[in-house]
């Protein structure tokens, strides 16, 4: 369940203390280069067969988000134990408190712990002091990685996600990779198929039509039947979470950047005349067609408003629809239907995603037992568990998503499973690399409620890229 909407200003706080940390360069670069040098990584020291058991008897600390991919996991921690001898001690901790003690303690230096989850976010606040592990020689070293392990399952685009040079404004997909995807949420449509059939709706192919639904649902529902119902949820509160999923999906439709990058420099973009445009009108459709107290709202309250029948449609992460469409759990279970979303001016469906991937502390002093865990976690054997008995329903690994046993699973969510092969290979992280995200986006939300306020969009922007430029640039 993607809880990622809490505010973020004690992680902010707690980043921007550690900001002076001494920068290390990547250790080596990132999976696949033949030609790439590790340059004294612990990955080097391993040598002969793979051999599972070679760590037998010691033990790794874990730290984890509370989460249902952690239920997963700790369901299965003993198929990993029988398997390696390793033993794994984990703490979980709620996720609006979890970032600030992984990042007190990554910026300690005290390693307590050696192994935990991030979102691929955090890699651009992490991996430029030196805190994360490159995995990049573990997973070419075939001492260390077994062959079962099959780096080339991954949806590559998931696995570019974890993969930086640690230079702001450089893509992904290039230099070391500090984390490895585990489960995943892309950003689409869900909908409720009852209002939908009363009022005689189909799923929108343009923004334009989303936003005219958006309206017709919140206009005509109560008379036929849906008392109250408004006509689409997005996230609202003064949150960076309010940007990356259903607003930078379809500002991202639009052709539309966060930054431009010219020679390493960042300038602001989101005040250029077509996203102000586009601003104003995802602001419009909000005041027309969104709940009466949009500034509060988080994921929890989107997602919960399309399961008790109060929204028509949800424009955020998969599995915010996901739990509430599974059978019994919500008055709209049975009649919520997926779909894509709308389509940018030419066609595009490219997609936001957040991604809980899993990372090594680079201090840790059990690195091989460390990555042994990592590649058991991310391995074939227990995505496939996890995606069949819990809810690890975005698979990372395409073996998984062709799996006949997982898609009879979500057969029975209309539209899911063709809803994810649309946009799969289209969902990428749509912004641009650079340490000072989480702030960036929190101002960029306090923006979009200004302006859904009634403050003159260009105006707002115009601050706001200027604001950031000193920041940034």
């Not at 239907?337 to 709308?342: D, I, L, N």
């Not at 115009?462 to 940034?472: H, T």
């Given at each position: 369940?993607?809880?990622?909407?809490?505010?973020?200003?004690?992680?902010?706080?707690?980043?921007?203390?550690?900001?002076?940390?001494?920068?290390?360069?990547?250790?080596?670069?990132?999976?696949?280069?033949?030609?790439?040098?590790?340059?004294?990584?612990?990955?080097?020291?391993?040598?002969?067969?793979?051999d599972?058991?070679?760590?037998?008897?010691?033990?790794?600390?874990?730290?984890?988000?509370?989460?249902?991919?952690?239920?997963?996991?700790?369901?299965?921690?003993?198929?990993?134990?029988?398997?390696?001898?390793?033993?794994?001690?984990?703490?979980?901790?709620?996720?609006?408190?979890?970032?600030?003690?992984?990042?007190?303690?990554?910026?300690?230096?005290?390693?307590?712990?050696?192994?935990?989850?991030?979102?691929a976010?955090?890699?651009?606040?992490?991996?430029?002091?030196?805190?994360?592990?490159?995995?990049?020689?573990?997973?070419?070293?075939?001492?260390?990685?077994?062959?079962?392990?099959?780096?080339?399952?991954?949806?590559?685009n998931?696995?570019?996600?974890?993969?930086?040079?640690?230079k702001?404004?450089?893509?992904?997909?290039?230099?070391?990779?500090?984390?490895?995807?585990?489960?995943?949420?892309?950003?689409?449509?869900?909908?409720?198929?009852d209002?939908?059939g009363?009022?005689?709706?189909?799923?929108?192919?343009?923004?334009?039509?989303l936003?005219?639904?958006?309206?017709?649902?919140?206009?005509?529902?109560?008379?036929?039947?849906?008392?109250?119902?408004?006509?689409?949820?997005?996230?609202?509160?003064?949150?960076?979470?309010?940007?990356h999923?259903?607003?930078?999906t379809?500002?991202?439709?639009?052709?539309?950047k966060?930054?431009?990058?010219?020679?390493?420099?960042?300038?602001?973009?989101?005040?250029?005349?077509?996203?102000?445009?586009?601003?104003?009108?995802?602001?419009?459709m909000?005041?027309?067609?969104?709940?009466?107290?949009?500034t509060?709202?988080?994921?929890?309250?989107c997602?919960?408003?399309?399961?008790?029948?109060?929204?028509?449609?949800?424009?955020?992460?998969?599995?915010?629809?996901?739990?509430?469409?599974?059978?019994?759990?919500s008055?709209?279970?049975?009649?919520?239907?997926?779909?894509?979303g709308?389509?940018?001016?030419?066609?595009?469906l490219?997609?936001?995603?957040?991604?809980?991937?899993?990372?090594?502390?680079?201090?840790?002093?059990?690195?091989?037992?460390?990555?042994?865990?990592?590649?058991?976690?991310?391995?074939?054997?227990?995505?496939?568990?996890?995606?069949?008995?819990?809810?690890?329903?975005?698979?990372?690994?395409?073996?998984?998503?062709?799996?006949g046993?997982?898609?009879?699973?979500?057969?029975?969510?209309?539209?899911?499973?063709?809803?994810?092969?649309?946009?799969?290979?289209?969902?990428?992280?749509?912004?641009?690399?650079?340490?000072?995200?989480?702030?960036a986006?929190?101002?960029?939300?306090a923006?979009?409620?200004?302006i859904?306020?009634?403050?003159?969009?260009?105006?707002?922007?115009?601050?706001?890229?200027?604001?950031?430029?000193?920041?940034?640039?």
């Amino acid at each position: 369940m993607d809880t990622h909407a809490h505010d973020r200003r004690r992680f902010l706080a707690l980043t921007a203390a550690t900001a002076a940390a001494p920068l290390l360069t990547a250790c080596g670069a990132g999976f696949g280069g033949d030609d790439e040098q590790s340059d004294g990584s612990a990955a080097d020291d391993v040598t002969g067969s793979f051999d599972w058991k070679r760590e037998k008897g010691t033990t790794v600390k874990a730290l984890l988000n509370k989460h249902p991919y952690t239920d997963a996991l700790i369901a299965d921690l003993k198929s990993f134990t029988e398997r390696t001898g390793i033993e794994v001690e984990y703490d979980v901790f709620p996720e609006d408190n979890y970032f600030d003690k992984l990042t007190v303690d990554l910026s300690s230096g005290r390693a307590s712990y050696d192994v935990f989850m991030l979102g691929a976010y955090m890699v651009w606040q992490y991996g430029p002091p030196g805190w994360l592990e490159d995995l990049g020689p573990w997973m070419r070293n075939s001492s260390a990685t077994g062959a079962e392990w099959d780096q080339a399952d991954f949806f590559p685009n998931l696995l570019q996600a974890g993969q930086w040079s640690l230079k702001a404004g450089a893509p992904l997909g290039q230099g070391g990779q500090y984390a490895l995807p585990w489960g995943w949420e892309t950003n689409v449509v869900a909908y409720n198929t009852d209002v939908f059939g009363r009022l005689g709706l189909k799923p929108a192919e343009t923004f334009e039509e989303l936003r005219e639904i958006a309206g017709v649902i919140k206009r005509k529902a109560p008379g036929v039947g849906f008392d109250g119902m408004y006509g689409i949820a997005v996230r609202g509160s003064r949150s960076w979470a309010t940007i990356h999923p259903g607003f930078m999906t379809m500002y991202a439709r639009n052709g539309l950047k966060d930054f431009t990058v010219d020679g390493g420099r960042l300038t602001p973009a989101m005040n250029s005349p077509r996203a102000v445009a586009f601003t104003r009108d995802w602001a419009a459709m909000v005041r027309q067609g969104g709940p009466p107290s949009w500034t509060s709202y988080t994921w929890y309250q989107c997602s919960s408003d399309l399961g008790a029948k109060k929204a028509g449609m949800l424009f955020d992460a998969d599995t915010a629809a996901y739990f509430q469409a599974v059978k019994g759990a919500s008055p709209a279970s049975g009649r919520i239907a997926f779909h894509p979303g709308p389509k940018g001016p030419d066609g595009s469906l490219a997609t936001n995603m957040w991604i809980w991937s899993l990372g090594m502390n680079a201090k840790s002093g059990k690195k091989l037992a460390s990555w042994l865990f990592l590649q058991w976690a991310t391995g074939k054997e227990h995505l496939r568990r996890a995606a069949l008995t819990h809810h690890h329903i975005d698979p990372v690994r395409r073996s998984v998503a062709d799996d006949g046993a997982y898609k009879d699973k979500m057969r029975h969510l209309p539209g899911f499973i063709e809803t994810f092969e649309t946009v799969v290979d289209r969902t990428r992280i749509q912004f641009t690399p650079q340490a000072q995200f989480f702030d960036a986006t929190t101002s960029w939300a306090a923006a979009l409620q200004e302006i859904y306020g009634g403050k003159d969009a260009r105006s707002v922007l115009g601050d706001l890229a200027d604001d950031l430029a000193g920041k940034v640039g």
